[in-house]
């Protein structure tokens, strides 16, 4: 089940803030946030896990709500290298199975 | 560490030819996924390997792909025929048996054309 996410793509000026949201419409185990640039493989940010945590890593950060299936990625104060494309990938359970990736949502840092 | 390590790194064919991928995952790296970027898309799942035993590949077009991976270490992807909406990035990733708090590794691609 691929999981939906919103906004499609955003501009910022460099040190406004964005959120990206992702959300499924079957219960989530967890999630993962990527970072895609043009022509590269996505790298890895972070993984949150059912429980409600919330989790940073510099000036980017994602929270997780359980009850509502949807996770969201905080960019704060956006750096010119947070331009890419996000992708958030889903796991149903633990059973090891692979993610479902959502769409991508683009996301452009101008000076 | 080593990365994921992928190739070729692009390959153009025309319709109906063949095309083989080929991936080595982390060393140790139990788990290979291979996966479909489409131009503006997200990634989508073809094949799920644990060491040399498919997981799953419910979205693998089996008339058409083909994957193996012997001896659990590097995997191949191949299709035979190919056709215009085979036009993609092919990904493979890998992780580790038993991280399921841990994030995919991903190679950097094989960019395929097919006109």
């Known amino acids: 089940q691929q999981p939906v996410q919103s906004p499609q793509a955003v501009i910022l000026r460099e040190g406004e803030d964005a959120v990206i949201n992702c959300s499924s419409s079957k219960a989530l185990y967890s999630v993962h946030w990527y970072r895609q640039k043009h022509g590269e493989a996505p790298v890895f940010l972070m993984i949150?896990?059912?429980?409600?945590e919330q989790k940073g890593h510099e000036k980017i950060s994602a929270s997780f709500n359980e009850k509502k299936q949807q996770s969201s990625l905080y960019l704060t104060a956006s750096q010119l290298s947070y331009s890419g494309t996000y992708f958030c990938g889903t796991a149903n359970s633990n059973s090891g199975y692979a993610l479902n990736f959502g769409k991508g949502t683009s996301l452009l840092v101008t000076p | 560490e080593a990365g994921v390590a992928q190739s070729p790194r692009y390959k153009i064919i025309e319709k109906r030819q063949s095309v083989a991928f080929w991936c080595n995952p982390i060393s140790g790296h139990a788990t290979l996924y291979w996966y479909q970027q489409i131009l503006g898309q997200g990634p989508k799942l073809l094949i799920q390997?644990?060491?040399?035993?498919?997981?799953?590949d419910s979205q693998l077009p089996k008339d058409r792909f083909s994957a193996e991976r012997l001896k659990g270490v590097d995997s191949t992807l191949k299709i035979q025929p190919a056709k215009l909406e085979d036009s993609a990035v092919y990904l493979c990733a890998s992780r580790q048996i038993g991280q399921s708090n841990y994030g995919y590794t991903f190679g950097s691609g094989t960019r395929l054309t097919v006109v």
């Open positions: 390997f644990q060491n040399n035993g498919v997981v799953d």
């Open positions: 949150l896990l059912k429980g409600g």
